[in-house]
């Protein structure tokens, strides 16, 4: 790995985490992106990420209509307005942070307040003079306010698979969700690329990432609609940002979400399996992530990451699903999916995330490092070992990964 930009700390300096949507608890005096900058920075990471859009603020729900209601912002609302509030330039001002991943859409307000750009529309003009204006004035403003910082700050997406799929169901296309998402990620990079080569002197790093969720699965045909699933035979091979998206456009790094490795086997999706085995899981598809992204990385990239180039960009397992498997529990599978993706050299690992999302649904619940009431949630492990995230972590970066092994007798 190239050393050019990496923290002196082999461990801080590379392991981070995400806080996604969410509102501070009553009685919580700050918002949650300021609760999950300042808990995760207690807890010894180096690296932070969060969304940067108009969907939500951090101080309300989801599209609700009060969100930046309360914030003195200039409208219409924009990627370096919304970055300029205090909570969110903390983030990037805090020096203990090292590495900022923003997972950034631009805002486009069609009637229902400011929104994410609607990547369900057909990829044209409007849309991609939108994503260069918004990508590149906030890339001018991270160079005027932090140019002469040692930051590295990493503009990101949010599983592209994800939202492959999403396009597929609303247009009935995959291959119109395919050629959107190669114009998208052409045009970021792009900016990204035109920004930093405005400002050849400045210290400040910032990067492009594609991040990806699917290795081995695809979004494939199902009923109505797309789903993902494994591919049956080679003629119904299915579509992935990987194979189909990856090959085509440029980026300084590949952002992986981890769920399909470290979190079931693909061939069964049965999530009770030995813990041990999810480091084995993960190393073969960075492997086979690296092989495809390989030709598509930048020469920035190329020069600061080598080989390297595949970050960890979501990482983690809810207490509901995982806690109680009969083949082990959460701390196992989080130590061994750590160790194998720093083992294999992922620049950045980020966990998701330090509180606890709300529950919907059926959705996964119990991500975080902290409960919704700022509590850390305690998890099954030997007497004598680290009995939470929170605890492992401070053993990981005290004594190392074969210090938090010993401790709990992996």
Known sequence: MAAGGLSPDPLRGRIGFYQWRGVAQSGQEADLLTLARERAVEAGARVFRFYLGGRFDYVNPVLSPRRFASDALARPVTLDGIIRLPRYRAVLADPALETIVLTAYPVHDSGGGPDDLNLLRPWGPRLERLEREQITALGHWLFREFGDSDKTVIVANHEADEKI??????????????????????????????????????????????????????????????????????????????????????????????YEST???????????????????????????????RPSISAVGRKQFGESFVMIGELGYARDRFEHLPSGPILPRLYFAMRASIDWGCPYVVLWQVFDHPLNGGEAWGFGMYD???????????????????QCLELLFSKGFDGWRESNAY
């Open 372 to 390: 919704r009431a700022g509590n850390t949630p305690p998890l099954k492990a030997p007497d004598g070992g680290c009995r939470s995230i929170r």
């Open 165 to 258: 799929m999403d396009i597929a169901n609303y247009t009935g296309s995959p291959e119109a969700a395919v050629n959107t998402f190669r114009h998208w990620m052409r045009t970021r990079f792009e900016a990204v690329e035109a920004v930093r080569k405005a400002h050849p002197r400045a210290r400040l790093r910032l990067l492009h990432a594609f991040e990806i969720a699917l290795v081995n699965l695809r979004v494939m045909p199902h009923r109505d609609g797309f789903r993902k699933a494994a591919p049956l035979t080679l003629r119904r091979r299915g579509w992935s940002a990987l194979l189909d998206v990856v090959p085509h456009v440029p980026f300084d790094l590949i952002s992986y979400s981890a």
């Open 263 to 293: 979190n079931s086997p693909f061939e069964t999706q049965n999530p009770d399996r030995p813990p041990a085995e999810t480091g084995i899981r993960l190393k073969r598809d960075l492997d086979r992530i690296r092989t495809v992204a």
